[in-house]
């Protein structure tokens, strides 16, 4: 008999001791997890497709899109409706603009630019995607995405400008016999910065540093950018120990993190970052913590 009882709780212990060898998830620490950002379509205006539309290589096609309020985007892909195609030149690129303060009508300032080769382009799901060399971090606005490309496709029920055609700060609205929008399809990752998050905070720290509110400080231009990295490697390190339970590990990185950032008063050697952006941040690591510490 006991030995019959011995066989039945062989397996039960064994899920037992499994259970036991896992990392204990506070229960604020599960409901912040399942916040977390998650890759998708971030931005997608594929549809009402109606005809293509042909440039010479050089030329910049642009629509804008809509970072939506308490969200911050960090932007991994761009795709363009298949057949239409990038250009088959060695080098092409992405760009990425703010919207024009004046007229709001065609692409502003840049914001950031991704080189690639024709190579890298993959089909995907009716899409031409190409990977951006660098994701790109924004803030909640309005933006403008700009490609190379040999044809697109246009679409009609304009959402929000025109899209346009053209080179940096020559751009002209695409409207025939209607205004245009491009067929096009932005993808990553998107963080409620309402609910402090890891990927919040890190796609904030993006947002800052692409932007120009966020420096490196240090003694000289090389060793800044060196400390800047630094602490984001801080945070980053926080938001992976946070998901396998170590919270006392991941408070003492955002508490370092938090140190080494120039957020009021006096700038200090042990500053790491500094800038227009660098009390917001340092408000979001507080906030933060005050999530995840306490």
Known sequence: ????????LLPLLLVLLAACSQPVVPAKQSELLQSQAVIAALHDQTDNRVFDQLAFPGSYFADDFVVPAGEAWVIDEVGIVNPAQFHTGSTQSVAFFASDPGTTAVPGALVARSTFQAAEVVARDGLQVVALAE??????GTYWVGFEAYGVYLRTAAIGKVAVVGSEGAFSPLTYLEPYDLAFA????????A????DGLLAAFDAFVTEGGLVGSGPNERSGSKRLHALRN????AGALYPQGLLEEACAQLSEAGAHVHGDGALLRSHFATGAS???LSALIVELSEVVCE
């Open 186 to 193: 932005l993808f990553g990752t998107t963080a409620d910065l």
């Open 195 to 198: 609910t402090p998050t890891f």
């Open 1 to 8: 008999m006991f030995r019959h009882l011995r066989f039945l």
């Open 234 to 237: 801080m945070l980053s390190d």
């Open 135 to 140: 994701p790109v971090a924004l803030e909640a």
């Open 278 to 280: 660098a009390a917001e």
